[in-house]
T-cell receptor, first 111, second 111 residues
């Protein structure tokens, strides 16, 4: 699987949009970009994924650049409950495709 | 919403005991996974299953076994618990090529 690079930590004010970047310059054509987050002492939570088009769901939006070498996860109105470690990964999918998290971005939402 | 339920959030056992960790998913997913998560080592795949009665070894299967008698249930068994198996255990499920959804984890301590 392609490697990803994320900032170690970020701060965002409550109520503002949180924009989390991810670089994946070696992504292959058949690999998807996935985002998960993990709140302290809980299991990882799936957020969103995409191949090349921008995606939006009830939790977040995913913007993927045209060359697919980077992406941004957007939490439109951050709340204190969004404080977590956010992981960006790229994977082919499929039944034997294990999840490997990097170090992720520790997002602090400030009141 | 996808629901992956792990039988215990916290568990304390003694060395040499046989330990059972249970996981149930309610979305009729084909694939189920067991990971352990340790500080500094990230997420590591123990076993996975892509069908009833089918199982495949992950990266660290030694000391563990699994059972999948029904589609919705995937059990992890520590045959003879040892202190180095103290960890956070995470179960996940996914449809054929879709995202993996995780349970809240079982924090297992072996004394």
């Amino acid at each position: 699987d392609a490697k990803t690079t994320q900032p170690t930590s970020m701060d965002c004010a409550e109520g503002r949009a949180a924009n989390l970047p991810c670089n994946h310059s070696t992504i292959s054509g058949n690999e998807y970009v996935y985002w998960y987050r993990q709140i302290h002492s809980q299991g990882p939570q799936y957020i969103i994924h995409g191949l090349k088009n921008n995606e939006t769901n009830e939790m977040a939006s995913l913007i993927i650049t045209e060359d697919r070498k980077s992406s941004t996860l957007i939490l439109p109105h951050a709340t204190l409950r969004d404080t977590a470690v956010y992981y960006c990964i790229v994977r082919r999918g499929g039944r034997d495709d294990k999840i490997i998290f990097g170090k992720g971005t520790r997002l602090h939402i400030l009141p | 919403d996808v629901k992956v339920t792990q039988s215990s959030r916290y568990l304390v056992k003694r060395t040499g005991e046989k330990v059972f960790l249970e996981c149930v998913q309610d979305m009729d997913h084909e694939n189920m996974f067991w990971y352990r998560q340790d500080p500094g080592l990230g997420l590591r795949l123990i076993y996975f299953s892509y069908d009833v009665k089918m199982k495949e070894k992950g990266d660290i299967p030694e000391g563990y076994s699994v059972s999948r008698e029904k589609k919705e249930r995937f059990s992890l068994i520590l045959e003879s618990a040892s202190t180095n198996q103290t960890s956070m255990y995470l179960c996940a499920s996914s449809p054929g090529f879709g995202p993996q959804h995780f349970g809240d984890g079982t924090r297992l301590s072996i004394l």
